[in-house]
């Protein structure tokens, strides 16, 4: 079965960065792609970036351009998310989601709640 | 880039009602396009709805989506205990892949 099991909770200080990882099993990596989203307490999600697992091109959305860097080592079926520069609005809890192309989010990871706060 | 607006903010019922929910987008959209997520505090969004109107493997009858153009409906026919949750709206043509602010059903 598909599973997406992300890295567990942070705890950061404005301005350091952060490193969150979604290791993917039941599928095969490189076939879709992985994004990552985030949710803000009480908020609705918001999309981050995209990396494509078989060559590793990004994407990301234009508010995160300059802090957020998405790697995956093919080796382990893993992705990450680093996000850096941290601010206290940044504290919000971190997915990863597949999806291919003209497809919706179909798998979502359980979920990384990073803090952020002096 | 496309924003979803959903309403209402919270939809008060009791098991067994109907419930209506509904995302209008800034500009026409494909309905090709539009998803529908339930999620409960502490999980992650669940696919429950894609194309506007197809269910996602292992979702029951009782959901289903319509709509076109501007605006697109979620349904649950017969609100069972395990319904209450937050639903989201989202558009995943392309980036962005926008998602609305969500409507919490919860219990009247």
């Known amino acids: 079965q598909v599973q997406l099991v992300q890295s567990g909770a942070e705890v950061k200080k404005p301005g350091a960065s952060v490193k969150v990882s979604c290791e993917a099993s039941?599928?095969?990596?490189?076939?879709?792609?992985m994004h990552w989203v985030r949710q803000a307490p009480g908020q609705g999600p918001e999309w981050m970036g995209i990396?494509?697992?078989?060559?590793?091109?990004?994407s990301y959305a234009q508010k995160f351009q300059g802090r957020v860097t998405m790697t995956r080592d093919t080796s382990t079926s893993t992705v990450y998310l680093e996000l850096s520069s941290l601010r206290s609005e940044d504290t919000a809890v971190y997915y990863c989601?597949?999806?291919?192309?003209?497809?919706?989010?179909?798998?979502w990871g359980q979920g990384t709640l990073v803090t952020v706060s002096s | 880039e496309i924003v979803l607006t959903q309403s209402p903010g919270t939809l008060s019922l009791s098991p067994g009602e109907r419930a209506t929910l509904s995302c209008r987008a800034s500009?026409?959209?494909?309905?090709?396009?539009l998803a529908w997520y339930q999620q409960k505090p502490g999980q992650a969004p669940r696919l429950l709805i894609y194309?506007?109107?197809s269910r996602a493997t292992g979702i029951p009858d009782r959901f289903s989506g319509s709509g076109s153009g501007t605006d697109f409906t979620l349904t649950i026919s017969r609100l069972e205990p395990e319904d209450f949750a937050v639903y989201f709206c989202?558009?995943?043509?392309?980036?962005?892949?926008?998602f609305g602010p969500g409507t919490k059903v919860d219990i009247k």
């Open positions: 989601a597949r999806k291919r192309i003209a497809e919706p989010f179909d798998y």
């Open positions: 039941g599928y095969t990596f490189t076939k879709y792609h």
């Open positions: 990396i494509n697992p078989s060559g590793g091109s990004t």
């Open positions: 500009q026409s959209v494909s309905s090709s396009y």
């Open positions: 194309g506007a109107s």
């Open positions: 989202q558009y995943y043509s392309s980036s962005p892949f926008t």
